[in-house]
């Protein structure tokens, strides 16, 4: 019988060692694991509830200065929101302050996990987190399955995988001048910033800005719209509960919500670093006019008149699933989506196929509320919008276009519905041969209506697309790759799609436009680092060997300094000055032999 002292002793050491190892591996805690917590969901998206249908659908009451809340779809009272006052935002800036020293020392590792912990929350609520954002603003629960879960889904995933390497410090080449030191950009947090994002998501925009920026190591002050106030607490609680959960400091993210003249103070207090602003461009001149009181830095994100340009050479096979998909682009959210599409611009051989195979799809969509109907009640395809305020506004616009040679298919006009009267439907609309010099295809309408316009060649469809002042994003439908690259680079917008719709923000690429439609951009690397200082760094390589000193022609000749010393500087300003010429040589030779 063998005995186990006749094996080699450091074969049984090997062995001992790799069964401590996968033992490792296998039980060890992942110190990033997502933590359970709970937030009580509003009561009124328990099933059953229903509220007072209000007479006058206003968020303001008389005599208070309180929000009303209400469902646009219904008109259903949500209750009453107060809002924040110069101190209270005071307070809110210094806690966020206070808790962000801390917060600036945690580890990548340690904010992986608070997303971790909003993530597993957010895919496990979904359904709970969608209600609510329907409730609030009047969407559809497919539109809230895609506008609001999916993409913050995405954002979560995306900084968890590849947020750190995004703010890794990242070295620079130097030169040969400079050659004795190295140089390195790093990433650090700004401190207190803020984000005033617009009501069209009110889950996602609400929360996208909280990822990025704590994830960078900042507090942020978020500001909900007044429109969706009522749903603005919930939301952000799913992240000062997260953080609680994980043992940080709620106060890095302070929700507010308040009145325009109340926001301006928050938007030019000295104590917020930057400011993500998603709305309208007559506010942002607002909100940037008062940040630079501060000197505070902006994105500016903005609205657009996007096209979408359908190529003569669209496949026979493709068609139907380009016209559904631009009928997502145009009516996803009742239009309320500032990379939705507002304008088709199609070439000759596929104009009359559109307005065939659309016709009966338009005219046949049903607006309506999820209030008080089942997830799974398919009768309802569109929205309300948020407020009828613009409505008489989009039926002139459209009226004026038909005066001017336009066609109305359907719609045109806001929509009574017959269950919910107080409800702010606009009528799914269709509307055709419209041309670039009608005002409503210049103009940023936000709404559920489907504008077609014709073109003779790739030439005046790439014009037209450029013919109003706004420039975010586009699409661009079709075979040819030749056309399809064309209209990619000449097209004026900061996201092209080619075949698809928006799907730039599903993978995070960079998220901005240019012109009319703001500038900066969030979302990926980009984003998560303009929340951040990029501070410039260069420092002695080896400092014992090497330090800088001014060299010869433009040192002042010291007292007392010999002719040796001045030859020898001299003589190093002719190698640096005949390295670049011969540097130019080689690159000369290079060009000459085509390499
Ligand atoms: C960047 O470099 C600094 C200085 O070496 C270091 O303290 C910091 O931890 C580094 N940051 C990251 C994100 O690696």
């Known amino acids: 019988m063998e005995r186990l002292q006749d094996y080699n002793p450091l074969l049984l050491y090997a062995v001992g060692v790799a069964t401590l190892c996968l033992f490792y591996f296998l039980f060890r805690g992942d110190s990033e694991k997502a933590v359970p917590y ?56 210094a806690k966020a302050a206070d808790a962000q020293i801390q917060w600036a020392q945690t580890t990548f590792a340690e904010r992986r996990k608070v997303l971790k912990t909003m993530l597993r929350f957010v895919l496990e609520n979904q359904e709970t987190i969608a209600r609510v954002a329907c409730l609030d603003s009047g969407k559809t629960m497919v539109d809230a399955s895609l506008g609001e879960i999916l993409v913050t889904v995405e954002k979560l995933r995306w900084v968890i995988a590849h947020g750190e390497d995004s703010l890794r410090n990242e070295s620079r080449p130097g030169n040969l001048l400079m ?3 190295w140089h390195e950009v790093m990433w650090q947090p700004l401190g207190v910033v803020a984000a005033c994002v617009s009501w069209n998501y009110p889950f996602h925009n609400l929360i996208s800005p909280v990822i990025a920026s704590i994830f960078a190591g900042n507090a942020i002050i978020v500001k909900g719209s007044e429109n969706t106030a009522w749903s603005s607490s919930y939301f952000a609680s799913i992240a000062t509960s997260a953080l609680v959960a994980c043992g940080h400091s709620s106060d890095i993210v302070q929700s507010v919500v308040c009145w325009p003249s109340v926001a301006e103070y928050l938007t030019s207090h000295p104590g917020i670093a930057h400011i993500t602003f998603i709305g309208s461009r007559p506010v942002a001149h607002h909100v940037c006019a008062s940040a630079s009181k501060a000197l505070t830095p902006v994105c500016v994100e903005l609205g657009g008149k996007d096209p979408a340009i359908v190529l003569d050479d669209l496949s026979n096979s493709d068609f139907h699933r380009v016209s559904s998909i631009l009928m997502r682009g145009v009516f996803q959210s009742a239009g309320q989506n500032c990379i939705g599409i507002e304008r088709i611009i199609a070439l000759p051989n596929v104009y009359n196929r559109l307005i065939e195979q659309l016709t009966p799809r338009i005219t046949a969509l049903r607006p309506g509320s999820i209030l008080n109907t089942s997830p799974d009640d398919a009768s309802i395809d569109i929205g ?87 420039a975010l994003g586009a699409s661009v439908y079709g075979s040819s790759n030749h056309d399809l690259e064309r209209v990619v680079r000449e097209v004026h917008a900061g996201m092209v799609a080619v075949n698809d719709f928006a799907v730039t923000y599903m993978v995070q690429l960079p998220f ?28 002695d390589r080896w400092p014992w060997l090497a330090k800088t000193s001014i060299p010869g022609p433009m040192d002042l000749p010291l007292k007392g300094e010999g002719a040796g010393q001045r030859a020898w500087k001299m003589a190093c300003g002719v190698v640096w000055v005949g390295y670049g010429d011969l540097r130019g040589k080689v690159t000369g030779v290079k060009n000459l032999i085509g390499l």
């Not at 009272?77 to 935002?89: K, M």
């Not at 506004?393 to 519905?417: F, M, N, P, T, W």
């Not at 009267?421 to 009528?427: D, E, N, R």
């Open 384 to 470: 309300a919008c948020i407020s009828d305020a613009g409505f008489s506004r989009l039926e002139s616009l459209i009226a004026d276009a038909v005066a001017q040679g336009a066609r109305l298919i359907c719609g045109g006009k806001r929509y009574v519905h017959p269950q919910h009267p107080k409800g702010h439907f606009f009528a799914p609309t269709f509307l055709v041969d419209v041309t670039a010099s009608m005002k409503i295809a210049q103009e940023e309408l936000f709404a559920p209506v489907f504008t077609l316009m014709r073109t003779s060649s790739v030439d005046e469809a790439i014009a037209i697309a450029n013919s109003t002042p706004y």
């Open 179 to 181: 050659a004795y030191k």
């Open 38 to 93: 709970n937030v009580a969901p509003p009561e009124q998206v328990m099933s059953g509830w229903k509220g007072e249908v209000l007479q006058d659908l206003s968020m303001k009451v008389s005599g208070s200065s309180s929000i009303q809340c209400y469902a646009p779809a219904t008109g259903e009272s949500l209750g009453r929101v107060n809002p924040s006052t110069t101190s209270s935002i005071d307070r809110a800036i």
């Open 512 to 539: 901005g436009g240019v012109k009319g439609s703001g500038y900066g951009r969030f979302a990926g690397q980009e984003g998560l680092r303009s929340v951040c200082n990029q501070k410039a760094v260069t420092r």
